[in-house]
C-alpha cells in the first residue's frame, strides 16, 4: 500500500520540479544580471567603442537622447547557460534534482504523514485503559502504516517481556524508521557540495580560455575582449552558488526537522513501554489483587 503512494508523490514531485524549472527561466538571477549588463551597454554612446565610427547627428524635430539608445536587448536562462559553457549542463542538471527531491521530503515529511495524530491519540488511550491486546494493537499499527506505527509495531511484539527488551525493540525499529527519514537527503547534501566546485571548475575553464583567445587575437586597446571572456566565464560559479546555497538550506532545514520527529517518536515509545512492559503489567496485576482484597474485606465488614 504505501510503496505505490511513495511512487506517485515521486512522480508528482518531478512534475512539479520540471513546471517550477521551466518557470525559473523568466526569472532567473542570472538571467536578470545578464539583462542588466545588456542594459548598460545599450545606453553607452557608440562613440566611445574603439574603432567605430561618431554617433549621427540629431535630425530635425528628434532628441538628442533617442539617437545615443538602442533598443534593450534581453536573455532568458538557455542563452545564460550557453554562454557560461559545457558545465553549465550539469549545474542545470543537478538544479532539477535538487527541486525535484527537495519537492519529495518536503511531502514526506509532513507531521500528519510521520506521526499522525488521530491514530497516536487512539492507540495510547485504548492502551492505558487496558482494552487493547497484542493482536488488536499489533493489527492497528499494520492498518496505520506510519511510520510511528512501525516503531509502536515492534515494541507490542515483545508485548509481556522485560523493559529492556522492549526499549531495544523500539531503538532497532526507531533507526531503521530514521533511515526512511532521512531518504535522499545525501542526495540534497551532495548537490550543495558539488555545484559550487563545477562552478568554480567552469570558471578556471573560461578563463584559460578567455586569456588564450586574447594572446591569439589583436587585442590592444580592445578591453571589452577580456571582459566579455571573464564575465562569461564567472556564470559557472554564479550558477553553482545559486543552485548550492538553496541546497544547503533545505538540508540543514530537513535534518532538523528529522531529528525533532525522532525525538517526538522515541518519547511516544517509551509511553508504550510503561504500558506493556512486564514489570508493569505484572504491577497492573498486583494493583487489581489488592483492590479486589480490599472490596472482599468491606464486603465481609
Known sequence: MSRPRTMSRTWAAWVI?????IGSCLLSPLALAQVGAA???????PGQQAGLAEPAAPTAGQPAAMTQTAPIPTKDLWSVI?????LMIPIAFSSLLLVAFVFERMISLRRGRVIPRPFVTRFL??????????????QLCEDSGSPVSEVFAGAV????RPAV???QAIIDNGERVTNGLRKYLRVINGVATVTPLLGLLGTVVGMIRAFNNIATADALGRPELLAKGIGEALL???????????????????VSRVDRLIIDIDAMGQEVVNVI???????KKTRATKSRRNKAHEAAA
Open 277 to 283: 512492559s512486564a514489570e508493569e503489567l505484572e504491577n
Open 157 to 160: 511484539r515483545k508485548w509481556g
Open 125 to 138: 488511550q485504548q492502551l492505558h485503559e487496558g482494552s487493547l491486546d497484542r493482536d488488536k494493537a499489533l
Open 165 to 167: 527488551e522492549v526499549e
Open 82 to 86: 550557453r554562454d557560461g559553457g559545457p
Open 17 to 21: 520540479s520540471a513546471a517550477v524549472l
Open 236 to 254: 559557472t560559479t554564479a550558477a553553482g552558488l545559486t543552485v548550492a546555497i538553496p541546497a544547503l538550506i533545505c538540508y540543514l532545514w530537513f
Open 39 to 45: 542594459e548598460e551597454l545599450a545606453v553607452a554612446i
